[in-house]
């Protein structure tokens, strides 16, 4: 709710701060505030989503089962493999075609197709997070939990994942930060998200100084309100005896 209230502040300042700021930013305030709006979604909804696909293939990864982790190994490896800015304009352009030779009929706008891109992308990498840091659950644990007779399911949800959960913190926290930036990318395919819009205006107005300098200080305080409550929730996992 803190976070909530303090973007809404943020996008509250851009479009009222911004219109006093001369030319060619005041009369256009309303445009860096949409487009910084459209950022924080692409974040928000790529992280919640990419901590899923993350968990379940970092589980895969660690799996007996050499079929789920051939699968996971192979998603990691091409996403790590290959540029973020291929990946949004396979998505984008690629995709719907491959599927729809198969039958499936999926159609995907700008902001889905920035989503999945940016998803799967962030998920490859937090899925190493979180393996690394299941792996570093010392194996007493399990053993413990196997003694006391839980299951497999149990052992993992109840036992390794809260330890796991305090290691992973601060990269996830990392790996979230990196996605609101790279959400700028997503302007390839035309999605009017913050970097779309300094471009636009910088061609129009011909001053890309001013314009760069302004959507890098939002850019900036995007991120400077992230980190203080990402900072807050991995001091609270911290906590001794939570």
């Known amino acids: 709710m803190g976070a909530a209230i303090a973007f809404y502040a943020l996008f509250w300042l851009i479009s009222v701060v911004f219109q006093v700021l001369p030319e060619p930013i005041g009369s256009r305030a309303d445009q860096f505030r949409d487009g910084a709006e459209m950022t924080l979604r692409l974040t928000v909804w790529s992280g919640i989503l990419g901590l899923g696909v993350g968990t379940l293939a970092g589980l895969g990864r660690l799996s007996s089962n050499l079929i789920l982790r051939s699968v996971a190994s192979f998603y990691v490896w091409v996403i790590r493999g290959t540029p973020l800015y291929v990946?949004?304009?396979?998505?984008?352009?690629?995709?719907?075609?491959?599927?729809?030779?198969?039958?499936?009929?999926?159609?995907?706008?700008?902001?889905?197709?920035?989503?999945?891109?940016?998803?799967?992308?962030?998920?490859?990498?937090?899925?190493e997070v979180i393996r690394a840091g299941i792996a570093a659950v010392p194996r007493g644990q399990t053993e413990a939990a196997r003694s006391l007779g839980l299951g497999s399911l149990q052992t993992m949800t109840s036992i390794v994942l809260p330890q796991a959960l305090r290691i992973v913190t601060p990269p996830l926290v990392n790996n979230l930060v990196g996605l609101l930036k790279d959400t700028s990318l997503v302007a390839v395919i035309s999605l009017l998200e913050l970097s779309l819009v300094a471009s636009r205006i910088s061609s129009e107005t011909f001053k890309p100084v001013p314009v760069l300098t302004t959507v890098a200080l939002v850019y900036l305080a995007l991120t400077t309100v992230l980190t203080f409550f990402t900072n807050a929730l991995e001091r609270r996992l911290n906590t001794p005896g939570r």
């Open 87 to 127: 990946q949004i304009l396979f998505v984008y352009n690629a995709l719907p075609a491959i599927l729809q030779s198969i039958g499936i009929n999926l159609t995907l706008d700008e902001f889905a197709s920035g989503v999945l891109a940016l998803t799967l992308n962030v998920g490859a990498y937090n899925s």
